[in-house]
Structures are given as structure tokens and as C-alpha cells.
């Protein structure tokens, strides 16, 4: 029996360290676990029952009065009455609530994106650094095999101390810069907790993932401006505020009352009756439709603005996405025609070349490496901005 439950604890193990091996698993566990995304939830729930009670009717009002005088038979009143908006405001109201409810599903989807788009772009630079980490790691291994080589060739009297000490010089370079990324690495998987709510995530992909943009520049900027949550929340709020005029001018036309009034005393007999109520706003909502007017306008500006600057955002991300892609695909070719590194260990080994003349090619093609590293996140970032509308 408890070789059965060890077992099963082993395959749910196995099955949580699965659900991590990919950026798609990653970011499906921090929508998940994500505190801030769960605090949305609860904080926009209390909003709609707030846009809710918007439309609930004013409280009735029960008075009572009671005079103690004997000569009129200490005569006593009950009045219940209830206060009525004039009956178009109802209907502006439960628009105005409507419009405000859906617009915060706007906001939780915004919430949901920013959240999720830095949580990729937190995986891409981690992916960048244990591909450099694992370029580092090579680049030791044949710094130390080189720095053993060298040693050797001091005691046998065919090299110098200043080949020597520069090979040595480039281990050491070299180790220290491995030490910095798995810093980064250890830095960048703490970040992916956080926002994972504290729950474990390991993330040790070496290659980035699967993504491609097939459309044109203007088919995916239409794309991306109709599923933007931003631009979704700055066209609700232009169609809240013109509601919320509505509804203003309607609060300028008067109010009603209706109740029940009943009258009693020791030496008069009972009465009951009707009250109407009319309250005219002359005062109360001075300026008030010229404020809504104004709001209105300034959303409509502010939903022209801020489209204009997606627009002009996404432009220059697809333009730097294009000069990364030429960029990626020419140093694929460099790369996959000459083994540089091969050739020059090989030279070095065989005599052909100087260890002076090995460091100044190896820093030449390692910078090379490292500037097609740094291109390569680049692209795959800025792809990932560009694309954040499918998360």
C-alpha cells in the first residue's frame, strides 16, 4: 500500500514538473497563482455591486408627530412617503451601470495582460541568459583545457609566461562572467515567483518559444488595436461619459414624491390621505451638465490620443522587428558556414597559430556570438510586444 501511494506521489511530482517545461506552462500558472490577479477579482466584483446600487431607488421616509395639547385632543400624524427620479433617469441609470460593468472586464483584461506580457518577457530574458550560460560554461571548459595545455607547454619550455598567464587571464575572465549570469538567472527565476504567488517555477530552456508573424504590418496593427484592452477601456469610458450626460440633464428635470399620510387624535376621528411631492431643481445641478459636457469631450480626445500613440508604438516595434529578423537570419549564415572556435582551437593545438593570435580571433568571434545572442532576445521580445494581443 505504500509503495502504491509513493508511486502516485512520484507521478504528481513528475506531472508538476511537466506543467513547467514550457513559456505557455509558466504563464498559465501565474494566471493562476498570480495575488494581483486574484485581488482584481475581488476589488472588481465590489465595483459592480457599487455600479449596481447606482440604480437602487431612494429610501422612504416614515415620519411621526405627536402633539401633547388636551384642547385639540393631543392629536398625533404618520406620514410614509417614497421619492421617485424623474422616469427617464432610470433608464440612463441602468445604461450607465450596464457600460461600467462591462468596462471592468476592460480593466481585468488589461490587468491580465500587462501582468502576463512581463512574466514572457521575464521568460525570454531568462531563456537569453541560460543560452549565455551555457555559451559560458563551453567557453570555460576550453579556457581550462587551454590553461592545462599551456601549463604544460611552461614546464616543457615551449611556451612563455606571458602566453601562459594570458590564457590563464581568459579563464578567469570567463569563469567570473558565468558567476554574473547565473546571478542574473537565480534573479530573473525570483521575479517569476513573485509573480507566480511564491510557488516554484523552473524555467532551464535553452531554445526560445514558437512564435511567427505571417501577416502584414497593417493587418496586424488592426488586429492588435481590436483586441487591446487599453483602447477597449478608453472607448468605454468616451461612451460612459456621454451616458453620464444623459443622465445629467435628465437630474435637471424635477422629482417626485408619493405616500400615505394618517391623522388621529382623542376628540377628532381618524384621517387618511394622499401626498404628492414635486422638488424642482433650480440649484443643485447648476454647471452640472456643462462639467459632464466637458468630461466628455476630454474622453473623446483622450480615446484619439491614445490610439494614435498604440499606433505609433506598434510602427516602431514592427519596424525594429524587421531589422532584427535581416539582422538574426545573417549571422544564422555566418555561424552555420565556419566553425570559428573549432578552426581556432584546432590551429592553436597544431602550433599553426600563437596564443596571442588565438586570443585576439577567439575575443573577435565571441563578441560576435554574444552580439547574435543579444539580437536574437531582441527579436524574440519585440516579437512578443507585438504579439502580447493573443495572450
Not at 421617485?84 to 488589461?110: G, H, M, R, V, W
Not at 500613440?309 to 506598434?314: R, T
Amino acid at each position: 500500500m505504500n509503495k502504491i501511494v509513493f508511486v502516485i506521489m512520484i507521478s504528481i511530482l513528475s506531472l508538476s514538473a511537466k506543467a513547467q517545461n514550457t513559456v505557455q506552462d509558466v504563464l498559465s500558472a501565474i494566471e493562476k497563482n498570480n495575488p494581483v490577479l486574484k485581488a482584481n477579482e475581488q476589488f472588481f466584483e465590489a465595483q459592480n455591486l457599487g455600479f449596481k446600487a447606482q440604480t437602487n431607488l431612494d429610501n422612504p421616509e416614515l415620519e411621526w408627530e405627536k402633539s401633547f395639547s388636551s384642547d385639540e385632543g393631543k392629536p398625533y400624524e404618520i406620514l410614509v412617503s417614497q421619492s421617485f427620479d424623474f422616469p427617464t433617469s432610470y433608464l440612463y441609470k441602468n445604461q450607465l451601470k450596464k457600460a461600467q460593468i462591462a468596462n471592468t472586464e476592460n480593466y481585468k483584461a488589461k490587468s491580465r495582460q500587462d501582468i502576463l506580457l512581463e512574466a514572457k518577457l521575464l521568460c525570454i530574458k531568462l531563456i537569453y541568459y541560460n543560452k549565455q550560460k551555457a555559451e559560458l560554461q563551453s567557453r570555460l571548459t576550453n579556457a581550462e583545457r587551454l590553461n592545462d595545455l599551456f601549463q604544460k607547454r611552461l614546464e616543457e619550455g615551449d611556451a612563455t609566461i606571458l602566453e601562459a598567464n594570458k590564457i590563464k587571464m581568459l579563464r578567469l575572465n570567463t569563469a567570473n562572467q558565468l558567476k554574473m549570469i547565473e546571478s542574473k538567472v537565480s534573479n530573473l527565476t525570483d521575479d517569476l515567483i513573485k509573480l507566480n504567488g511564491g510557488k516554484q517555477i523552473d524555467l532551464n530552456l535553452l531554445e526560445y518559444p514558437l512564435m511567427s508573424i505571417d501577416q502584414g504590418m497593417k493587418e496586424l496593427l488592426t488586429q492588435s488595436l481590436n483586441a487591446d484592452p487599453q483602447l477597449k477601456l478608453l472607448s468605454t469610458k468616451e461612451e460612459i461619459s456621454a451616458k453620464e450626460t444623459s443622465l445629467v440633464k435628465t437630474n435637471s428635470l424635477p422629482k417626485f414624491s408619493i405616500g400615505y399620510r394618517y391623522l388621529n387624535s382623542d376628540i377628532m376621528k381618524q384621517a387618511n390621505g394622499i401626498k404628492l411631492g414635486l422638488s424642482i431643481p433650480l440649484w443643485e445641478n447648476k454647471n452640472k451638465v456643462k462639467r459632464a459636457r466637458l468630461l466628455e469631450q476630454f474622453n473623446r480626445e483622450e480615446y484619439l490620443i491614445g490610439k494614435m500613440e498604440l499606433e505609433n508604438k506598434f510602427l516602431k516595434l514592427f519596424r525594429n522587428f524587421l531589422n532584427l529578423e535581416k539582422s538574426m537570419k545573417e549571422y544564422k549564415g555566418v555561424f552555420t558556414e565556419k566553425h570559428y572556435d573549432t578552426l581556432l582551437q584546432k590551429a592553436l593545438t597544431l602550433g599553426e597559430i600563437s596564443s596571442i593570435e588565438y586570443l585576439t580571433e577567439n575575443i573577435y568571434y565571441y563578441e560576435s556570438v554574444d552580439t547574435y545572442l543579444e539580437i536574437e532576445h531582441e527579436y524574440y521580445k519585440t516579437m512578443s510586444e507585438l504579439l502580447k494581443f493573443r495572450l
